[in-house]
């Protein structure tokens, strides 16, 4: 089987091997899904509490 290596632009240690089906395509395991979901949330309240400290 195939894998993509997708690297993470914030952190270098952090990769995420995907595999790749027959035609190519990739396979998303729901639970990356559900994770990626989960992180964006915690990102998003980040960056709310910065934008509050500096007023």
Excluded: C, E, Y
């Amino acid at each position: 089987m195939t894998q993509i290596i997708i690297n993470s632009p914030t952190d270098s240690s952090l990769s995420i091997m995907l595999p790749l089906n027959a035609d190519g395509s990739v396979v998303f395991p729901k639970w990356l899904i559900d994770d990626l979901t989960h992180s964006h949330r915690l990102v998003s309240f980040k960056n709310n509490q910065k934008n509050h400290q500096r007023r």
